[in-house]
């Protein structure tokens, strides 16, 4: 997911990253990686976590978190059209 330029990013966009870069985690690990960037506790990751998972960014398993294929498809697609009607925009003006 695209982190926008804020001087620090959602802790949804943080956990997203950490997952793009280890691809199957627990929360206590996930938790360790963005703790010292944000101060959150363990529980209000755990309770995101499982937020994100009802809303299918997340895939959960047992203890073990992963980015939803599915939802990384929809994200690329979305940033497609959004860049396709942006430069046609951009083009007719």
Known sequence: ???SEKKIPS????IVDTLSLNVDMTAKLIYN?????KKLTYH????LLNQMAEEGII???DRIYSLNPTWISYA????????????????AM
Do not use: C, D, G, P
């Open 1 to 3: 997911m695209l982190i």
């Open 11 to 14: 802790t949804k966009e943080m």
């Open 33 to 37: 990686k963005i703790r010292h960037s």
């Open 44 to 47: 209000a990751v755990f309770k």
């Open 59 to 61: 895939l959960k398993n």
């Open 76 to 91: 690329k697609e979305y940033y497609q059209k959004l860049e396709h009607t942006y430069m046609n925009r951009k083009e």
